[in-house]
Each structure stands twice: as structure tokens, then as C-alpha cells.
């Protein structure tokens, strides 16, 4: 069993996550700038075998695509065309940047690091990649 990458896809920068193995356990991996992560991408999947990529879906309040989804809707297209054996999925993304500077809060991060946008990029990664797996039963406690 391969792991599963979770994206957080942003104009300049985007949060990857995966899974252990097992597919178990979601972690946040790194910040990658976004016109390096198919590069980014190709290396973690020449040593890791990766099974699935689960791509944030922007959303506003009222359910509509967000503005963002105009630059992530081609980068899910050309995804596809360079993996094309991967399988691919949309998880919605709606509330994950708040959720994650909550997360930081309450884990007593500073001010400072707060501002750390790469931080809370790869944070957000990690609830879409947790939020997948929840969907799909594989979340265990």
C-alpha cells in the first residue's frame, strides 16, 4: 500500500501532506513554491510510492469557487496529464487556513510564528489529507 499526498494549492505556495503507509496517519511534509511542485512531486514519487493525491477545492462561504480555483483547476489538469495512472481527487477545502491558525494557537505558537504562511499552508494540508481519510473510514483512534 502506497501513501497519500494531500495539496493545499496556492498561487505562490503550496502545503503538501502525507500519509504513513498504512495510510493511517496524515502529517504535514513540506512548502513547496508552486511552479516547483511537479518537480517537487516527480522526487518524493521516485523514492516513496504514492497511491492517490487529494487536491483542495477553494470554496467561499456561500459554496461558490473561490477566486483561487482559477490557477488550481489547470494545475489539477496538468496533474493528470503528467501522472496519468495517479488517481486524483477533489476534497473541499472550505475553512482548513482558519483551522489551521487555530491549530497553531492552541499549540502555543507565537505571534512570530504564526505569521509563517509556509506553516500554515502545510498545516492546512494535513486537515484537508486528516478530513480525507475521516470521509473514507481509514482515520482511526
Known sequence: ????????????KTGVAVTDPMQ???NGLDTVPSHTLVEFLEKYMATE?????????AR????TDSESMKYIKPFYNRLKNKFPTLDVEW?????????????????GLKKK?????????????????Q???????????
Do not use: C, H, P
Open 1 to 12: 500500500m502506497g501513501r497519500i499526498l494531500a495539496l493545499d494549492y496556492g498561487k505562490k
Open 60 to 63: 467561499q462561504n456561500d459554496g
Open 49 to 57: 510510492q504514492v497511491d492517490k493525491i487529494v487536491l483542495g477545492y
Open 113 to 129: 510564528a504564526r505569521r509563517d504562511k509556509a506553516m500554515v499552508d502545510k498545516i492546512s494540508a494535513t486537515i484537508i489529507l
Open 24 to 26: 493511517i496517519i496524515a
Open 91 to 107: 476534497v473541499d477545502e472550505w475553512g482548513t487556513s482558519k483551522m489551521a491558525f487555530q491549530a497553531m494557537i492552541d499549540g
Open 131 to 141: 478530513s480525507y481519510l475521516e470521509q473514507k473510514g481509514n482515520f482511526r483512534i
